[in-house]
């Protein structure tokens, strides 16, 4: 039996153990805390300062339907767009169900990861573990290994002049928890991502006043429904330009993003989505005062590049985003720079003997990442066993030239962007590796309800069970019924009022009325003022 090490027990690590049972591989999970969850798994303590996790009040930004895994709808009761209590729920739910717990093992981290001597002919791989808890080291050999670590890694901090000269606190997003101490404090949050968005609503409830500096401003798109449902196969569809117009228009009718001072040169397909339904009213009530990029910092405030100063400082909050990496590998497997890495559709090194290591998760989506992830392992495994095969070093090599000028030319020169991939797009051609791309056409002709909504309606993961290796059964009443599980958290109260049925029989007659003047004026003979139908019955 194949034996795979999987680095990490966050939801790309819980994808890829399943992944591997199903493929009938033995799985061995290192986790280097003591529990799983990764980055979702909230905790109080810094019992891990390295490791980073959700703030206490983070709400993921992609609805429940669209950041499933593919054949485990969230339950319908969840909220579509869940607080942290709830995704690290629906992990447990998930390790529950596929019986996982079993494949992980706490509290050892990986310190290296290194070719065999025959790793030519045999491609396995020598991974040293080290015991967190004794402090002792062992090395183990396997068939293959997934790298599930994520993106989330080393805090990246911009170099701003005087920043080590300021005497207030200083702190990355990445060790934020709650805005305890931030009571009656005067705040800077650096950064307007979506981690910057989240601390600067958070913060203005608690500060006496926060400022949020941005270097381009973003659009902000809200969170609701139906909001990342409207990610269709239809819309991709839209050319860029015009879906650029549109989703603007669609932005500012919620508020003016040039009155408010976020507008940003770009459109709002060209850079990763802000999503923050409070921010907006957080600046207008100016519990938030929006700022552009900071020019230095003295030891007590901070001087912007329009010129304007802010005094009496006591906090700075960087918002920056990370720099990812691979220590634990040599140079000559995975070699990163400035956040840009060479893997084939950002999984597999191109230039190995053997395709028997694979990255998961290393990417940046329009959309949710655990049914990334998880066709991604769902690839990674069938290429270990033999089932499915990569193209030749030159057409990989190729591809990841392709796509990197295709990025450049797409989005925003930026660290954030080196591995950002468009959600449907992405997802179809990892599908079509190993055969698991929904045909539209089979659809049209052997079902042509589920064809409509998978079409038309949202694209969620369910969608690349349909047929191929590895389908489920369940996936197309997953698909059929996405809605009401949409609908039934909402169902709390009997909202139906009189006055809602009084529109609902005027909307009705208005509508009636207007198909029978239609209806009578085509039919009309204006010469006689009859019918005309009328004439042919006599």
Request: glycine residues 8%; proline residues 6%; hydrophobic residues 40%.
């Amino acid at each position: 039996m194949v034996r795979v090490a999987i680095l990490g027990a966050g939801a790309s690590g819980l994808a890829a153990i399943k992944c591997c049972l199903d493929e009938g591989l033995d799985p061995v999970c290192f986790e280097m805390t003591d529990t799983f969850g990764g980055l979702w798994r909230y905790r109080e303590d810094n019992k891990y300062p390295e490791l980073g996790c959700v703030f206490k009040s983070t709400v993921i930004n992609t609805s429940k339907e669209m950041m499933a895994f593919s054949d485990f709808p969230c339950p319908k009761e969840f909220a579509n767009f869940m607080h942290n209590r709830k995704v690290s729920n629906y992990y447990e739910l998930y390790v529950e169900k596929f019986d996982l717990l079993k494949h992980i093992y706490f509290n050892n981290s990986i310190t290296s990861v290194a070719k065999t001597p025959d790793f030519a002919t045999s491609g396995r791989w020598d991974v040293e573990v080290k015991d967190e808890l004794t402090g002792s080291v062992k090395t183990e050999t396997f068939d293959a290994v997934l790298v599930c670590n994520g993106h989330h890694a080393e805090p990246y901090y911009p170099e701003f002049p005087g920043l080590g000269e300021f005497e207030g606190r200083k702190v990355h997003s990445h060790y934020y928890r709650t805005p305890d101490e931030y009571r009656d404090k005067r705040v800077v949050v650096i950064g307007i991502g979506n981690s910057g968005g989240d601390a600067a609503v958070e913060l203005s409830r608690w500060a006496s006043q926060v400022y949020l500096s941005t270097r381009r401003g973003s659009w902000i798109f809200q969170r609701g429904i139906p909001g990342d449902l409207q990610t269709t196969r239809a819309s991709t569809l839209i050319p860029r330009w015009l879906g650029n117009r549109l989703i603007a228009k669609q932005l500012n009718a919620i508020f003016d993003h040039k009155l408010y001072g976020l507008q940003p040169k770009h459109m709002p397909l060209d850079c990763h989505p802000m999503a923050n339904s409070d921010l907006p009213d957080r600046v207008v009530n100016g519990t938030v005062i929006v700022k552009p990029d900071i020019a230095r910092f003295t030891k007590t405030g901070v001087e912007f590049e329009d010129g304007t100063t802010e005094d009496n400082i006591d906090a700075v909050i960087v918002a920056t985003g990370y720099t990812f990496g691979y220590p634990f590998l040599s140079e000559s497997v995975i070699k990163v720079e400035d956040n840009k890495v060479s893997l084939y559709k950002f999984v597999f090194p191109p230039d190995l003997e053997r395709p028997t290591l694979a990255v998961i998760g290393l990417v940046q989506p329009w959309g949710a990442i655990n049914p990334i992830s998880e066709l991604q392992s769902r690839w990674a495994v069938r290429v270990f066993s033999g089932k499915a095969k990569l193209p030749s070093d030159i057409d990989m090599h190729w591809d990841i030239a392709a796509r990197r000028l295709e990025m450049e030319g797409r989005y925003l020169a930026s660290r954030r962007h080196t591995i950002e991939v468009e959600y449907i797009d992405y997802m179809d051609q990892v599908a079509k590796e190993f055969g698991v791309k929904p045909s539209l056409p089979w659809l049209l002709f052997t079902d042509p309800r589920l064809f409509l909504s998978c079409a038309f309606g949202p694209c969620v993961p369910y969608q690349y069970r349909i047929h191929g290796p590895g389908n489920w059964r369940g996936a197309r009443e997953a698909i059929m019924t996405v809605w009401d599980r949409v609908e039934a958290p909402f169902q709390t109260r009997d909202a139906a009022t009189e006055e809602s049925t009084f529109f609902k029989k005027a909307l009705l007659l208005i509508t009636s009325v207007g198909v029978g003047v239609v209806v009578v004026s085509r039919y009309t003979n204006f010469k006689t003022g009859m019918p005309a139908f009328i004439g042919h019955l006599s």
